[in-house]
């Protein structure tokens, strides 16, 4: 069997009915992990109180290799690893790290160079080459090539989460927030980028499903809209946006981010993974 195994930088959970595992990253706030299982709740309401700092930390390699370990313990088995990208963590070097010691020729590592629902979109292609019947080489070089076309794209509805995980400055964050600036974030290639700025929220919204046309969405793949937060509202606002600006009726996709995405976003921010042409 080909087993799939990625990180929680995405947002689908383990199941290993369907040789799915997830590495879970520890979150913690000023210092101290959640602990196992957290809801959702817990989180936000941990992450709304007043100078908390919430931040996410690599996988450790001997995570992976308890993971890698059991999986080869069937001489028939395989594993694919689509890592958080690999120039925003650690967790790809733990990975290598891991399969260094162990049988690296069943172990296919892949950057996805991207984070969140784009991770997410090239999980699920593991799974649809897979159920194909493609070899496990076979898949990994079809995602290595994916990994150069997918794109996330995203808003923050306030600049104080990243202030207060040292993404930006303390003046920076109060200006941006006074004149009403919404940054645009990007991940490409691994690296995070402010494509644009907006003032006004509304703005913002409309102003992505453009930057994304721009880009060269390819409209024949699956895409996936999200948001941070207890209310999904955000996701909604940016699905329409999206249907209007491009013309395009896209499926009612719309799921809450992974908990390591809102470590720097907060809540009520918005997002959505694509592929482009």
Not at 29 to 40: L, N, S
Not at 148 to 176: D, H, N, Q, W
Request: contains cysteine.
């Amino acid at each position: 069997m080909i087993w799939i195994v990625a990180d929680s930088a995405q947002e689908l959970k383990t199941d290993r009915e369907n040789g799915f595992i997830v590495a879970d990253l520890t979150i913690n706030a000023d210092g101290i992990p959640f602990q196992p299982g957290f809801t959702a709740e817990e989180f936000y309401t941990k992450m709304e109180e007043k100078g908390v700092v919430i931040k996410s930390s690599q996988v450790a390699p001997a995570v992976y290799m308890d993971i890698f370990e059991e999986i080869l313990k069937n001489p028939e088995d395989e594993v694919i690893y689509i890592s958080l990208a690999a120039k925003l963590s650690g967790t790809y070097n733990s990975a290598h790290l891991a399969a260094s010691g162990l049988d690296a020729d069943r172990i296919h590592i892949v950057d996805s160079g991207t984070v969140c629902f784009s991770i997410t979109l090239l999980v699920e292609e593991a799974f649809e080459l897979r159920k194909q019947g493609k070899s496990a080489k076979e898949i990994a070089a079809i995602l290595e090539e994916d990994a150069k076309k997918v794109r996330f794209i995203g808003i923050v509805p306030t600049l104080e989460y990243l202030k207060r995980g040292g993404r930006i400055s303390a003046a920076t964050a109060a200006i941006g927030d006074m004149v009403g600036i919404k940054p645009l974030l990007s991940v490409m290639d691994g690296v995070v980028g402010i494509p644009k700025k907006v003032r006004g929220l509304k703005k913002a919204y409309n102003s992505l499903p453009r930057l994304a046309s721009e880009w060269g969405i390819d409209l024949d793949r699956p895409v996936i809209f999200g948001y941070t937060g207890l209310d999904p509202e955000p996701g909604h606002i940016l699905k329409e946006a999206f249907d209007k600006q491009l013309d395009h009726q896209f499926p009612e996709r719309i799921m809450p981010a992974s908990f390591v995405l809102a470590t720097h976003t907060g809540p009520n921010s918005a997002g959505v993974g694509f592929f482009v042409k």
